[in-house]
């Protein structure tokens, strides 16, 4: 069974940056290559939110509040996805989860329910 696991969270000051990671494990097979990839986020008592999504072959797409100052890469050798996060707000804490799937539509805004594997995510608190 394929897991997800993110880590790069913590807390900065406002204008601040940080790196998130999402690393694959669990299962013999699994590559990055064949999967969209996405970030989502989900602040106390908000829907869950898609962030950013890269496509198989790399292109890459985001919301417009953090178009600009995100940028989602990955590594397929390692299977590693990657949300570089610059100039932070303090809008932008929440809790960031990464999510994958093979038959991702390209439907626009990001839907969780279109992605069928998940993180358990990590903490990113931005302070003013």
């Known amino acids: 069974q394929v897991q997800l696991l993110e880590s790069g969270g913590g807390s900065v000051q406002a204008g601040g940056s940080l790196r998130l990671s999402c690393a694959a494990s669990g299962a013999s097979g699994f590559t990055f290559r064949r999967y969209y990839m996405a970030w989502f986020r989900q602040a106390p008592g908000k829907e869950r939110e898609g962030v950013a999504v890269?496509?198989?072959?790399?292109?890459?797409d985001y919301a417009d509040s953090v178009k600009g100052r995100f940028t989602i890469s990955k590594d397929n050798a390692e299977n590693t996805l990657y949300l570089q996060m610059n100039s932070l707000k303090p809008e932008d804490t929440a809790m960031y989860y990464c999510a994958a799937d093979s038959g991702w539509t390209g439907r626009w805004p990001l839907l969780p329910g279109d992605f069928g594997l998940w993180g358990r995510g990590t903490q990113v608190t931005v302070s003013s």
């Open positions: 890269i496509y198989r072959d790399g292109p890459t």
